[in-house]
């Protein structure tokens, strides 16, 4: 096995961990050598790290890593990890669908994620590509480039206006909220939203925005919880998907859902790629050239399904909704401060949406890790600070 190019901060620390990828800002790195850390950054160029290359960083003593959402963490790994004396492991992802935490509870290691930091800088996203679909912003983008404009046309890449359509959300948990928010907010939208549970900060929010909107003698904005998800296919104009992805929701939109959909609806999907059957998707795009579409996830990342860059009613972008340079950096921090809490006995913080203090660089983080998703099953103690 050839060695694995790596950067090391602090060689003299008492604690080693590893990162398996460099990662925005230097906080994080600061947070864990002033802690008495020797820190290991991975400088493989290689995009995703195999199982194998995880080992060799590991290697025979490691106190925690800190990985990717890209890499298989399962029993191969979380046993490699025990064995060098490793008790904490976490993502640099709010997700962890890449993690098996049944094989990280039987070898009795702490898996992390970072929440609560990706929230707004998500629905940014997603609402970005509902206005570059919306108005068509890359299809003139690539013309211009091209030489091809040679002057105002009545006709030229007409698109969709969003103030007072309709905005449908299915899954409005944070992020989903969020993005309502924007839409209804920047444009003056109306909203219909699908969740099982009840979004009533969102309902009271619109409420409250409509009754502003009246009071100033404009057209009030209206919301509506629909019974199931084919109300908000068939009747929004515009529809965000922020659903998680399990069992249930593995191909929601389908060929049959698509066609519930208004012919000049436009889709975007910002959570995981396979919420969507891409190929039907593919038919779909090429079936109804006014139908638009905006991804920032794909079923089999990092590939797109055959016939999809083609499509010039389609806006992609590599999974890019949490790469805003705050979020990003918040991300290396929690991961990094998730590890060293649990190396160092730190608590587990009680409320992992509320993560403010550890982000706060003016003053030092709360001793405590910030979000550990098996904390329960570890019998790990929560702080009450």
């Not at 965000?240 to 609806?265: C, F, G, Q, R, V």
């Not at 996830?297 to 999809?308: A, I, Y």
């Not at 918040?330 to 608590?347: D, H, R, W």
Request: hydrophobic content about 40%; charged content about 20%; overall charge neutral.
């Amino acid at each position: 096995m050839k060695p694995i190019s790596i950067e090391v901060w602090n060689p003299s620390g008492k604690y080693r961990v590893v990162s398996t990828k460099s990662m925005p800002g230097s906080r994080w790195i600061r947070l864990l050598t002033e802690q008495d850390c020797r820190v290991e950054i991975c400088t493989e160029t290689k995009t995703i790290l195999s199982v194998d290359d995880i080992l060799a960083l590991i290697g025979d003593r490691c106190d925690g890593v800190i990985g990717q959402l890209t890499e298989d963490w399962g029993d191969v790994l979380f046993s490699a990890l025990r064995r060098a004396g490793g008790t904490a492991f976490s993502n640099m992802a709010v997700g962890y669908n890449n993690v098996d935490v049944d094989a990280a509870n039987k070898h009795g290691i702490a898996v992390g994620n970072t929440p609560g930091v990706l929230t707004e800088t998500t629905a940014e996203l997603a609402a970005s590509l509902s206005l570059s679909a919306a108005r068509r912003i890359v299809e003139a983008d690539q013309f211009m480039r091209a030489g091809l404009y040679d002057g105002w046309l009545p006709h030229l890449f007409v698109g969709n206006l969003l103030k007072g359509q309709t905005v449908g959300v299915i899954g409005a948990g944070r992020i989903g909220s969020a993005y309502a928010r924007m839409m209804i907010e920047g444009f003056k939208m109306n909203l219909i939203y699908y969740d099982l549970y009840q979004a009533t900060r969102l309902e009271k929010f619109v409420t409250a925005y409509g009754e502003f909107l009246k009071a100033n003698g404009e057209q009030p904005v209206t919301w509506k919880r629909a019974s199931s998800m084919q109300e908000v296919l068939s009747e929004a104009d515009v529809i965000s998907l922020h659903p998680i992805l399990d069992k249930t929701t593995y191909h929601l939109i389908n060929k049959d859902s698509l066609a519930l959909m208004k012919k000049e609806a436009i889709l975007v999907n910002a959570s995981r790629g396979p919420v969507i059957d891409e190929a039907a998707l593919v038919e779909h795009l090429k079936a109804n050239p006014m139908f638009r579409v905006g991804l920032d996830v794909f079923e089999d990342e990092p590939l797109m399904k055959p016939g999809l860059a083609e499509q010039k009613n389609a806006v992609v972008v590599p999974h890019i909704a949490s790469a805003s340079k705050w979020t990003r950096e918040g991300m290396a921090t929690l991961a990094a401060l998730n590890v060293l809490g649990k190396i160092k006995g730190y608590p587990v913080w009680s409320d992992p949406n509320r993560i403010e203090p550890f982000l706060d660089e003016s003053s030092p983080p709360p001793a405590a890790s910030p979000s550990i998703v098996n904390a329960k099953q570890l019998g790990l103690p929560s702080s009450k600070l």
